[in-house]
């Protein structure tokens, strides 16, 4: 297993291009089974998880060739059936569901097992199903969705943390082709569901409101094939943007939507770094002694819960009284104790954090637990002193294209040791 050792102490200067949107390609990957004809997507990040996701659509039964970052999916014939195998690596897999649920009105998914950001059930997805006239059968860790026929129906997605992101994913995929109109109230409004919705239309989908509270499905016959071009990675660009205010003299983020990342840019303004964002790209620098925050996660337009951790290190350096509460994974915070081993001092309180910045940190051997908490701890050992040596790498794999290059590339001492 690779290690990523990060020699703490260089500036950061420079400019990165942000990759496609890794949470936009896993949905839309997931989107191409809904019809025979060949979709062609590009900016597609090259990541272990879109590879999983290639992974299962090829075991569906689906033809896809891989170049550079353009993927072209031909569904012709698929199966409904995807074993635990094939799915156990990504809980995102269980976004075939949707999908196959609307082209063959039934789908075998092995469930997603326990998460390390806390418990992850699929209660709301089934939920929509199950509205739009699907039976629901969970047994032998599968969850198997069949339905003669699929028709609109008004469905509530609101669960008790809030709208879900992959649930209102599945739902829309599934409803596009139900009879009559589906309704979803309390969609997530994630620049990713739009992304997803913007792609169905082009395939002859007929969606409207993705982006609010109410998204409307009007159901069709059928889709055809279609080209897109995947949205920029916000979270890929708040990391590098905490990255920069952690140890940057001047960082930018290149083919951003800034207006994706206004909660992160506000979050860094707040803590008296300089922000300029101009067309589709984002400079963070320094601007006097940066201050402490406090921050809650919420669904998108709030603070994302996918750079809780990212903050959480750049605040253990930053000299006061920081708190961070965590709405949407109340238990995500396993980068909490590696952190503490590089010298921060957290308290936790529930599902937050208090942080009491640090002048410096140092660099520890610390282990890799989630995706997010692992780029955490590759920022938090650009600050430390000495050597900070990330282990369990696959994590970071899973979701950053190339992280250990780009860091480079903008000055970092960091290098990539094969075990
Ligand atoms: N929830 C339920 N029931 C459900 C579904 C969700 O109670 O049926 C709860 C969850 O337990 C959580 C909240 O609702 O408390 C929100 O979860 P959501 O369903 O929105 O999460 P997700 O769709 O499974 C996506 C991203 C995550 C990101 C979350 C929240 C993808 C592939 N994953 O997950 O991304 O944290 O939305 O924004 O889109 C990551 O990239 O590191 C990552 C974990």
Do not use: W
């Amino acid at each position: 297993m690779d290690k990523i050792l990060v020699h703490g102490g260089n500036s950061l200067a420079g400019s990165i291009k942000i990759s496609g949107s890794k949470n936009s390609a896993l949905p839309i990957l997931a989107a191409t089974l809904l019809t025979r004809e060949p979709c062609t997507i590009h900016r597609v990040p090259d990541l272990s998880d879109t590879h999983y996701m290639l992974q299962i659509l090829i075991h569906l039964g689906a033809q896809v060739e891989r170049a550079s970052g353009i993927v072209t999916v031909t569904a012709d014939k698929v199966q409904s059936v995807a074993p635990y195998d094939v799915v156990r690596k990504m809980r995102a897999s269980v976004g075939v569901l949707g999908p196959l649920l609307g082209r063959c009105k039934e789908a075998t998914v092995s469930l997603p097992g326990g998460c390390v950001i806390g418990d992850r059930p699929i209660d709301l997805h089934l939920k929509g199903f199950e509205a739009l006239g699907a039976a629901v059968r969970v047994e032998g860790g599968n969850v198997k969705v069949f339905a003669p026929k699929l028709a609109g129906a008004v469905i509530n997605l609101r669960g008790k943390f809030g709208p879900t992101v992959l649930g209102t994913d599945n739902v829309m995929m599934a409803a596009v082709l139900a009879e009559g109109t589906t309704v979803i109230e309390g969609a997530a409004q994630e620049p990713e569901v739009c992304d997803l919705a913007d792609f169905l239309n082009k395939m002859g989908a007929k969606i409207e409101g993705a982006g609010t509270r109410r998204i409307i499905v009007e159901g069709v016959s059928e889709l055809h094939g279609a080209e897109h071009d995947i949205i920029p990675d916000r979270i890929e660009a708040g990391t590098f943007l905490v990255a920069g205010a952690i140890a940057g003299s001047g960082v930018t983020v290149n083919r951003v939507e800034p207006k994706h990342l206004t909660a992160i840019t506000d979050a860094l303004s707040g803590c008296g770094f300089k922000i300029e964002a101009k067309n589709q790209a984002i400079t963070v620098s320094p601007n006097g002694a940066p201050k402490p925050l406090e921050i809650t996660t919420e669904p998108y337009p709030g603070f994302p819960t996918d750079m809780q951790a990212q903050m959480c290190a750049l605040l253990s350096t930053t000299e006061g009284i920081s708190v961070i509460t965590e709405n949407i994974f109340p238990q995500r915070y396993m980068h909490v104790a590696e952190l503490k081993r590089m010298g921060a001092q957290v308290q936790m309180e529930g599902s937050t954090a208090v942080i009491q910045g640090v002048e410096r940190l140092t660099g520890a051997p610390v282990m890799a637990s989630d995706l997010r908490a692992s780029a955490a701890l590759v920022l938090a050992g650009l600050k430390a002193d000495g050597i900070t040596e990330v282990s369990r790498v696959y994590h970071i794999d899973r979701g950053y294209e190339h992280l250990d290059e780009k860091l480079s590339e903008l000055g970092a001492h960091i290098e990539r040791v094969k075990a």
